[in-house]
């Protein structure tokens, strides 16, 4: 906690905001637009590489978190005051940290994959930064950055030359997805019959329940779309630059209307909503990975001499 409160006497208004706006390229909004952008626009390598460090980066954050149950710094230490601009999105237990994880798996791929040095180094500053923006409003911890950040790493640096063998074996790519999927599920199932205390923290163990499903079924159409792909469809990214705006602007708002328009209907459908969830966040994988690239061949003609 020293660290803590020595960043807490350096603390400004102005620097308040401005880390409060770094701490938001941690959320899971931008890991999972960058990670279709580059899936859609740069290399089919990519977005796999990117989509499967984040995916199971949050299996095991969410895995540690429910497995630890270490509260917030404010909890451990009431004495302690956060930046309380922070507080609304700081949910759910303290360690290891989401937006770490978040940031450093999606940062730190992106600066894995370039060949550019410059463009290197802004994603590994990017990540550091969201990493620290994390203590310095409060949030977390030294030990919940720190082993969000190990993790986190170890994923970019292990599964980039599993994504790059793929490219010369394809089925080396349905095995990564088949033990993600695995590892999923067991996450999953530890959350049902795991013996938890009395005194876990209802809403909190209901979070990781939900999360569980969602990404289970993120990961089980992450699997289907790979498999259409290799069999039926082999899709190119290329297309001029305004084109490819289009492309992403579009193929976007429809991920986003699956997403809230599915909800209600699937729960009502389906009866249970650790299932609908499942299924819904699996469509908008499917559609991402499968079914808006039916239409990049048309993409691609535009703009063409």
């Given at each position: 906690?020293?660290?803590?409160?020595?960043?807490q006497?350096?603390?400004?208004?102005?620097?308040?905001?401005?880390?409060?706006?770094?701490?938001?390229?941690?959320?899971?909004?931008?890991f999972m637009?960058?990670?279709?952008?580059?899936?859609?626009?740069?290399?089919?390598k990519?977005?796999?590489?990117?989509?499967?460090?984040?995916?199971?980066?949050?299996?095991?954050?969410?895995?540690?978190?429910?497995?630890?149950?270490?509260?917030r710094?404010?909890?451990?230490?009431?004495?302690?005051?956060?930046?309380?601009?922070?507080?609304?999105?700081?949910?759910?237990?303290?360690?290891?940290?989401?937006?770490?994880?978040?940031?450093?798996?999606?940062?730190?791929?992106?600066?894995?994959?370039?060949?550019?040095?410059?463009?290197?180094?802004?994603?590994i500053?990017?990540?550091?930064?969201?990493?620290?923006?994390?203590?310095?409003?409060?949030?977390?911890?030294?030990?919940?950055?720190?082993?969000?950040?190990?993790?986190?790493?170890?994923?970019?640096?292990?599964?980039?030359?599993?994504?790059?063998?793929?490219?010369?074996?394809?089925?080396?790519?349905?095995?990564?997805?088949?033990?993600?999927?695995i590892?999923?599920?067991?996450?999953?199932a530890?959350?049902?019959?795991?013996?938890?205390?009395?005194?876990?923290?209802?809403?909190?163990?209901?979070?990781?329940?939900?999360?569980?499903?969602?990404?289970?079924?993120?990961?089980?159409?992450?699997?289907?779309?790979?498999w259409a792909?290799?069999?039926?469809?082999?899709?190119?990214?290329?297309?001029?630059?305004?084109a490819?705006?289009?492309?992403?602007?579009?193929?976007?708002?429809?991920?986003?209307?699956?997403?809230?328009?599915?909800?209600?209907?699937?729960?009502?459908?389906?009866?249970?909503?650790?299932?609908?969830?499942?299924?819904r966040?699996?469509?908008?994988?499917?559609?991402?990975?499968?079914?808006?690239?039916?239409?990049?061949?048309?993409?691609?003609?535009?703009?063409?001499?």
């Amino acid at each position: 906690m020293q660290l803590l409160y020595t960043l807490q006497e350096i603390r400004t208004p102005a620097l308040d905001a401005v880390m409060q706006l770094i701490t938001r390229l941690g959320e899971e909004t931008i890991f999972m637009v960058a990670a279709i952008v580059v899936f859609w626009c740069v290399s089919k390598k990519g977005g796999y590489y990117l989509l499967s460090v984040g995916f199971i980066g949050t299996v095991a954050n969410q895995w540690l978190k429910i497995a630890f149950r270490i509260p917030r710094p404010w909890v451990l230490d009431p004495n302690f005051e956060i930046v309380e601009s922070a507080r609304e999105a700081a949910t759910g237990y303290s360690f290891p940290s989401g937006h770490t994880q978040s940031a450093v798996g999606t940062f730190g791929g992106m600066a894995r994959m370039t060949k550019d040095k410059w463009l290197r180094w802004v994603c590994i500053a990017i990540a550091l930064l969201v990493s620290f923006s994390r203590m310095y409003l409060g949030v977390h911890t030294p030990l919940d950055v720190g082993v969000s950040l190990v993790v986190a790493t170890v994923l970019v640096l292990v599964l980039w030359p599993i994504v790059e063998k793929a490219e010369e074996k394809p089925a080396v790519m349905g095995w990564l997805l088949l033990v993600m999927l695995i590892f999923s599920g067991a996450f999953l199932a530890f959350l049902y019959v795991f013996p938890f205390p009395a005194d876990v923290d209802a809403d909190n163990l209901a979070h990781a329940v939900e999360n569980a499903w969602k990404l289970t079924g993120a990961i089980g159409g992450m699997l289907i779309a790979w498999w259409a792909d290799r069999k039926f469809i082999r899709f190119e990214v290329k297309a001029v630059w305004w084109a490819q705006l289009l492309k992403v602007a579009l193929g976007l708002a429809v991920v986003v209307g699956i997403k809230a328009g599915l909800k209600a209907p699937l729960i009502a459908l389906i009866g249970n909503v650790g299932i609908a969830n499942a299924v819904r966040y699996g469509l908008m994988v499917v559609f991402a990975g499968a079914i808006w690239p039916l239409t990049f061949k048309f993409w691609g003609k535009l703009g063409r001499k």
